[in-house]
């Protein structure tokens, strides 16, 4: 069993920051690409950023530059960092994690508000 432990979201000014981290647990041992989803009250859940296992990074237009995604293979732990964050950034914000023989694993989401 796999379990995700998502962290670091809650309320923030429009123009702040916020860091999101997930931690994984339990029998994965070999990860591929891990990401952070997000889903907005009222619309589907959409890809923010993912990361390979060698490192390779990609990024929704609505977040480029503003937005850094990195991983710990060590921890098991993929972060996402949020600057300038923006009202419409307001979501759950859902971890996922690939491990390498396909099968996938979704964190139990983390409330990001950002108020204007």
């Known amino acids: 069993q796999v379990q995700l432990v998502e962290s670091g979201g809650g309320l923030v000014q429009a123009g702040g920051s916020l860091r999101l981290s997930c931690a994984a647990s339990g029998s994965i041992f070999s990860i591929g690409a891990m990401g952070w989803y997000r889903q907005a009250p009222g619309k589907q859940r959409e890809l923010a950023a993912t990361?390979?296992?060698?490192?390779?990074?990609n990024y929704a237009s609505s977040v480029k530059g503003r937005f850094t995604i990195s991983r710990d293979n060590a921890k098991k732990t993929v972060y996402l960092q949020m600057n300038s964050l923006k009202p419409e950034d307001t979501a759950v914000y859902y971890c996922?994690?690939?491990?390498?023989?396909?099968?996938?694993?979704w964190g139990q989401g983390t409330q990001v508000t950002v108020s204007s």
């Open positions: 990361i390979t296992s060698g490192g390779v990074t």
């Open positions: 996922r994690v690939v491990h390498i023989y396909g099968d996938v694993y």
